[in-house]
């Protein structure tokens, strides 16, 4: 089997994971429709496309907090990737720094910090946390991030409680024994997430801005009012996310909410994306509209099932091609030029 | 087989119930347009949920008419609920009152007003009544109700005479022998419904107020014009209701007509609805929209085809435990938070 | 098998009648898409119905070009009804009269136009007219139709050429040899339609009007600039209509252009309308938007093939009893109260 | 099997051809969205059909940048015609001529342009072409394909690369041994297209127009900024076109394009469209929006693949019996009658 475009590594993944696993990954809350809305957001985009410029020579790279990448894709926080593959998150550290581009890691993650720096030394990642009640193990958590060399601390706002993923519900999804949530102490619950502080504020990006010196980014924003309040609270960048549609059922596609969010915004801060991005071409229309760079959650997943580091690598390399390919037949040939002007939503 | 949502009762209904009982509870009128309707109206309904407020503490609370219920979410009157369960209302009302929410009673109920009450005294119960012919049992009903204790009337005002559902007439619906209208005396053809009054209008309600000192809901309203009508002739709620899209085919959905209700009556009455709720986050919706509860119909009666009162406890726990949900993840910790900020019409 | 619905006689005469006869009163042009959209487009409309109104007294009758019908529905003209049923058109005449309602009899029946007359003395009948290339013939016909009774010429406008019906091309369509356009003397080609005109123009409305006394009715009008032309040359009424999908494929659905012709025609001239009609309620939303009368095609055939003229019988009585029950569920007693604030667009 | 519509040869195709060639034929562009919106876009536009006007002699004839051809419908350029048909191009050009029409030869031929001319000498021949690295190479291929009687130079604009067609990447497509790009002399990689130079801009139409006398039409144009620029640099005629989906997925729908092309172009030079055309009122509706003629791409090869010359002559023909028709039944004998004023678009 050709593995030519991300549907066929979903194909696969579908097809030889744990269908526990397999149905962990793919959950969405309640009837899935922001799940898979986000997908089809991005086919109500038409792209405008200009002909006979020069597109012989092609830059892709892009620079996301001064930082250059070389294309505008990044990893997305997922959990649990030994559910994956063995070696896990140490897989995904080491393919996202082969492909130059950055991996933010999970709290989630089912191998410890330490070792994902351990096994991809020098790669741009960044880290995604949660608030826990005790607050003495999140601040020790984003000391020991910034102390192990990531570069942005991506606070998850949208997870006060678990969304409501039936699926899981009647698997009863737990990790299976051999793994575990290394990075907090405790063992506990994982679906029951517990730990995490649902009496979390905007006050308390206050507090999170005390502990580190890191950039601070937001992860979950879906509406121009959060935007603007991201913003006044000194935030360095917004992912508009709605988890994948794990979270809140029908809420907006990603990629409409991004609209809404860029033009709140102005241009104070960053702006990236995830959820839904299935071929170089969403890529394209997420940056038309905005983002600087956008995260994949489940592809890479599906990239790690197929054969880890190097099945991951395989997905952002397909991305990374069909990305080139889809600006340059649009006339562009720097991310630069890359603007509003390339596209318009469908009637439809 | 876990019980995770809604649609699971539904299945199992579907299954168990003997075919003429579902097709009776299932039927729509004509095409069934309206019916589907209903549920597919809220999907057109997008969330815009609001992040990092402070969800700790949740309260879902509401008051309806003054009485504090413990969710916004009463039960429907539906009639002949001994086809969905041997002991018929009388598991409604005990499981209505364990949950501590409102049951409204149908007239075409299958256990007498007396044994509904007795089979749950205390509990908040309203009486649903037509109009017939013959006024003096209309006004026998409506003091019995009374003296029973029931603290309002609902006057159901869409059904001068009885929708054409297609599958009724091809089975023949009609109770079994050993199943009885038994709030009115007379043994009657119940599908002709031969003993309602189509000539009835809003004057009788002036008739209706002279009966009784229970404040009066009307059911059934779908037009600024009626809600107007409605406020004018001294109603003290409106159920928003297309009968389940028993009636008239290819009227309004519910949810859709409830913001037109809403705006006409400017607060001046209480406002619910009915109709296509399957899901914690429709509530949410609704209640967004304007409706201070709403009633679940054909939901209640699945619950008790499962298991009685202890199915339609599971039906009411699964919803309430979604609307806390759902309002947590939206960014509200109290109902009195919820409003129509929340939402937006998708443009699909 | 119960027969409760249109539907049910669709499928039985899909299930008895000869493919090739099935396929003929089936067929649309091209890829059926106006033929489908006539029944589309109706779901497309909403009801705001009222409630309250006293609806015990059910008027449905009505008034066409002066004369009195039990309900709005007639029966539009369609061609070579033995195919259907051995009696054919007389068939037709009978139930029609029994019905108390109006039938345009079709140029191409397989009775006589005595023959249809004969069938059902007294029965108030139009005459539905081509124009041919021998003027000559088309003369007789139209003072035949008038010494015959009939009461209106019904002039069909759209019929240049024959549309492109891709069965009856497989089928290589052609009536049995037992069968005869009777009405015209010398055999011809059916399909070919040669002996029509395609010269007519709107001139040769004058001509007709020198022919007879009878009114003059255009069926086959879709714009508001035709509707104009018909009013100004004088015609008595306009029957809105596509063919039933048959001639140019992918103009629009009759009820939609039902809104825009009797915008132009303001209340010169009745309008009426055929194409999709499939349930009472489809002819309250077309009295709703305008229309004096409907008119059926199809449903008649069915009717036809299930039992002759007492299977018409049927479709007829079920289509007015649905109509009568969708008024009093609209809340109309009387068809003088139906109106546009009756309905209104989905905005899907 | 009939060969009633062109449908019908698509599934000959599809059932005959060899998997590889029908997959190469078929291809879209990753998803296929914009192949097949190309076809569904026509289906949102409604006719506004005119009756009664004088139709009893139809002109259907048109001119192309002066030249009569005998109706508004011509072949596009595609390739490797020999994988349809032994003959290959030269049966492209003898049908062409045949039926009195356009063919615009492809750079990619299987036959060389000698070959072509010599098969039919006298019709009327466009050339398409790409702008190579080696310019000396398209030179000598212009100067050939003028001095071989070709009237236009038709060039592509919209493959600086080629695009992702996913089947044929899995296929591993290319041309069978025994078959050749003639008209380029070094054998390449035809998947790779690395002869062809992404750095070509407008001011290559300078260049182009320095090596020849004949008319340039610029093909692939899907925005009023490129149409402006077409205009401005001086060429002849705009090919709205998005390569039949092959290209850039998820651009807009030909038929869309074209009327945001016809406006910014305001008549200045002559605009035709290829793209979805699959029956006679697509051509219509084309023409009504502004087209001065439309281009087949597939449906030439399904008529190729069904039996060659003739096979490709009975697709034109019915494309002409439809259009002749669908002409008529709007209301026109000319084709210069046609206009906006016949279409709108559909609200769905």
Not at 150 to 164: E, H, I, M, R, S
Not at 225 to 238: N, S
Not at 326 to 332: D, V, Y
């Amino acid at each position: 089997m050709a593995m030519v475009c991300l549907s066929d590594f979903e194909a696969y993944a579908k097809k030889y994971l744990p269908k526990i696993a397999w149905d962990y990954f793919a959950a969405g809350a309640d009837d899935c429709t922001t799940r898979d809305e986000n997908i089809l957001a991005y086919k109500r985009i038409r792209f405008r496309p200009r002909m006979l410029r020069d597109v012989s020579v092609m830059d892709i790279r892009t620079k996301i907090l001064g930082t250059e990448i070389s294309f505008p894709v990044g990893i997305a926080p997922t959990g649990f990737h030994q559910l994956a593959w063995p070696d896990g998150e140490k897989s995904t550290a080491r393919a996202a720094r082969a492909m130059n581009t950055c991996y933010i890691a999970s709290t989630y993650s089912t191998c410890t910090l330490e070792e994902i720096c351990a096994a991809a030394p020098g790669g741009l990642r960044w880290f995604q946390l949660y608030i826990h009640r005790n607050r003495a193990a999140s601040q020790q958590l984003v000391q020991r991030a910034e102390g192990l060399g990531f570069q942005a601390l991506v606070l998850t706002a949208d997870l006060p409680y678990t969304g409501k993923r039936r699926d899981d519900v009647r698997n009863g999804f737990r990790l299976p024994p051999h793994m575990k949530v290394k990075n907090l102490e405790q063992a506990f619950e994982v679906c029951k997430m517990s730990l995490l502080d649902p009496s979390v504020t905007w006050n308390d990006i206050h507090w999170l801005r005390s502990l580190t010196r890191l950039p601070i980014i937001i992860k979950g924003i879906l509406t121009r009012e959060d935007a603007e309040l991201a913003v006044r609270y000194g935030v360095q960048g917004i992912i508009v996310s709605n988890h994948g549609g794990r979270q809140l059922d029908e809420g907006p596609a990603t990629i409409d909410a991004l609209v809404e969010v860029v033009e709140a915004v102005r241009g104070r801060v960053e702006v990236y994306v995830d959820g839904g991005i299935r071929k170089g071409s969403d890529v394209l229309k997420a940056l038309a509209l905005g983002a600087k760079c956008v995260f994949i959650g489940r592809p890479a997943l599906w990239g790690l099932a197929y054969k880890g580091e190097e099945g991951l690598q395989d997905v952002l390399r397909i991305l990374q091609d069909e990305f080139r390919l889809s600006m340059a037949l649009a006339g562009c040939a720097r991310v630069s030029e890359i603007g509003q002007h390339l596209v318009q939503f469908s009637k439809l």
